[in-house]
């Protein structure tokens, strides 16, 4: 079974500009996340999809980052413009329907300049 | 085998040693709990899960814990292994339920030959 594929896996860029990352989930999986992974801590959800629609936001810096999954399939995360303090590793996650055990991709490092 | 006091953030031991790592969650209304690997340059990996209504829970080589009194979660590895060196984080799915899961500070478990 193939798992989560993220791309790219790394991206450099200056601060104010722009940057997106692709997720492809788990084939069936119905809900998709994103995690912010700040160097030395734990993974912070940042959205939760459910097929389509939006079930978690609450921590997406919503001033700056935006986010689709518009066919309930394939996500992308977008930071525009970027600050310093977004370089992190941004991880993809996909989960069946409501359950706890999620699968992630191996994450997009950012690192912004 | 070593033991670490409420989260420390490296626990070294010695190769076919016992390891426990310990971490303390918030959310008294947490349904679950789960052990996540997380090796370097990669996502994190679901290890063991422990629903709220248990005390423990184990795996091939692996048993989790649960002491809700004082809110306390720690994951045991049996002799471990070289590949058991990575960094442990505990999640918790607070009270929302919705598969989102809310992790703790990491510990890095290094293993010595």
């Known amino acids: 079974e193939a798992g989560v594929a993220q791309s790219p896996r790394y991206k450099i860029i200056e601060k104010r500009q722009s940057v997106a990352f692709w997720c492809n989930p788990i084939s069936g999986h119905a809900t998709l996340y994103w995690y912010q992974q700040i160097l030395g801590q734990g993974p912070k959800l940042l959205i939760q999809?459910?097929?389509?629609?939006?079930?978690?936001d609450s921590q997406l810096p919503k001033d700056r980052f935006s986010a689709e999954r518009l066919k309930g399939v394939d996500s992308t995360l977008k930071i525009q413009p970027a600050k310093l303090e977004d370089s992190a590793v941004y991880l993809c996650a996909s989960s069946l329907a409501w359950a706890v055990e999620a699968f992630f991709g191996q994450g997009t490092r950012l690192t912004v300049v | 085998g070593e033991s670490v006091g409420l989260h420390l953030p490296t626990l070294s031991v010695q190769e076919g040693d016992n390891s426990i790592i310990n971490c303390a969650y918030s959310?008294?209304?947490?349904?679950?709990f789960i052990w996540y690997k997380q090796e370097s340059g990669k996502g994190p990996q679901f290890i063991i899960d422990i629903r709220s209504n248990m005390d423990k829970r184990q795996g091939q080589r692996v048993t989790v814990l649960l002491n809700k009194t004082v809110k306390h979660l720690s994951l045991q590895i049996a002799a471990t292994q070289p590949g058991d060196s990575a960094v442990y984080f505990c999640?918790?799915?607070?009270?929302?339920?919705?598969?989102?899961?809310?992790f703790g500070q990491g510990t890095t478990l290094q293993v010595k030959p």
């Open positions: 999640a918790e799915t607070g009270s929302s339920n919705t598969g989102k899961l809310i």
């Open positions: 959310n008294s209304a947490s349904d679950y």
């Open positions: 999809f459910q097929n389509n629609g939006v079930v978690d």
